[in-house]
């Protein structure tokens, strides 16, 4: 199908345009068509029609089987065209975790989506149902009892709170595929020793940020939530090995890539988990 994105205007000149940003904006002119009906097949890409249906539905509009091909192998190669991708697993079941107003903003997203948010605090969680994704929020530092219980029972955790005014969003944790939380501290402790004395001050916290902060923050945690839910092998989340940190202040969005720490025990989970199967 044509992009959703995408408004399709007409130029003065009758040349289609695809989308008015100044950058990424294209015009479509094919010799021989007139722009009434390149419209016309362009409204045939609305996602609701296989490929033998388009091209069937373009002869009528006068067009050849080849020159429509040919129109959607140009379409294509511009990036203006979405493919139907098979998910690679399932998200159906999220928890958010937390209380604060990050909690609050993240879960009115989630119901945007069409899904139906757990909400749950403290320091343990009851996992029944079992969740498959949970939403670590507002705490700065999530207690290691509760991140260990989701690492043993291998579901997948993502962390969203904010920093000294900052938002920070990940990094997504895949207990026995990538690093866990604690291989983010294992990390910092090289550079700092007193840091495990410095982070036990904060768990229990909830970190604060100006209404706009909190907003951007939620915002960008809807967006991997959004990349993580679909489960697409074409849409990659931002938040896999990497941890978001977004300063409104300064506009600025920096990425910080999360490795496993050697370490660290997390990695072998899916070696016990595979060993005990």
Same mark, same amino acid.
């Given at each position: 199908?044509?992009?959703?994105?995408?408004?399709?205007?007409?130029?003065?000149?009758?040349?289609?345009?695809?989308?008015?940003? /100044?950058?990424?904006?294209?015009?479509?002119?094919? /010799?021989?068509?007139?722009?009434?009906?390149?419209?016309?097949?362009?409204?045939?890409?609305?996602?609701?029609?296989?490929?033998?249906?388009?091209?069937?539905?373009?002869?009528?509009? +006068?067009?050849? =089987?080849?020159?429509?091909?040919?129109?959607?192998?140009?379409?294509?190669?511009?990036?203006?065209?979405?493919?139907?991708?098979?998910?690679?697993?399932?998200?159906? &079941?999220?928890?958010? *975790?937390?209380?604060? !107003?990050?909690?609050?903003?993240?879960?009115?997203?989630?119901?945007?989506?069409?899904?139906? /948010?757990?909400?749950? &605090?403290?320091? &343990?969680?009851?996992?029944?149902?079992?969740?498959?994704?949970?939403?670590?929020?507002?705490?700065?530092?999530?207690?290691?009892?509760?991140?260990?219980?989701?690492?043993?029972?291998?579901?997948? *955790?993502?962390?969203?709170?904010?920093?000294?005014?900052?938002?920070?969003?990940?990094?997504?944790?895949?207990?026995?595929?990538?690093?866990?939380?604690?291989?983010?501290?294992?990390?910092?402790?090289? %550079?700092?020793?007193?840091?495990?004395?410095?982070?036990?001050?904060?768990? +229990? #916290?909830?970190? *604060? +940020?100006?209404? !706009?902060?909190?907003?951007?923050?939620?915002?960008?945690?809807?967006?991997?939530?959004?990349?993580?839910?679909?489960?697409?092998?074409?849409?990659? /989340? =931002?938040?896999?090995?990497?941890?978001?940190?977004?300063? !409104?202040?300064? %506009?600025?969005? #920096?990425?910080? *890539?999360?490795?496993?720490?050697?370490?660290?025990?997390?990695?072998?989970?899916?070696?016990?988990?595979?060993?005990?199967?």
């Amino acid at each position: 199908m044509l992009h959703p994105r995408l408004l399709i205007l007409t130029r003065p000149s009758g040349v289609l345009q695809l989308g008015w940003d /100044p950058e990424s904006a294209r015009q479509l002119a094919i /010799p021989g068509v007139d722009g009434d009906t390149l419209r016309r097949f362009l409204d045939l890409l609305d996602g609701l029609r296989t490929r033998p249906q388009i091209i069937w539905r373009a002869t009528e509009l +006068g067009l050849t =089987a080849q020159r429509a091909s040919e129109l959607l192998a140009t379409l294509d190669d511009a990036g203006l065209l979405v493919h139907p991708d098979t998910p690679a697993g399932q998200v159906r &079941r999220v928890r958010v *975790h937390g209380l604060g !107003p990050l909690s609050d903003a993240v879960t009115a997203g989630l119901r945007r989506f069409g899904l139906r /948010p757990q909400r749950s &605090r403290g320091d &343990r969680l009851d996992l029944r149902p079992r969740p498959d994704l949970v939403v670590l929020t507002d705490t700065l530092k999530p207690d290691p009892r509760l991140t260990d219980q989701l690492l043993r029972e291998q579901i997948a *955790h993502l962390p969203v709170h904010l920093r000294d005014g900052v938002g920070v969003v990940g990094p997504l944790v895949l207990p026995g595929e990538t690093g866990c939380l604690r291989c983010a501290d294992l990390l910092r402790a090289d %550079y700092d020793p007193e840091w495990p004395g410095v982070a036990a001050q904060l768990l +229990g #916290r909830v970190g *604060h +940020g100006s209404p !706009p902060a909190i907003e951007a923050t939620a915002a960008l945690a809807l967006r991997e939530l959004e990349s993580i839910i679909a489960c697409s092998v074409r849409r990659r /989340p =931002a938040v896999l090995h990497a941890q978001l940190e977004l300063d !409104p202040g300064s %506009y600025r969005l #920096r990425i910080r *890539h999360r490795t496993p720490h050697e370490r660290c025990l997390c990695r072998r989970i899916r070696t016990d988990h595979d060993a005990q199967v």
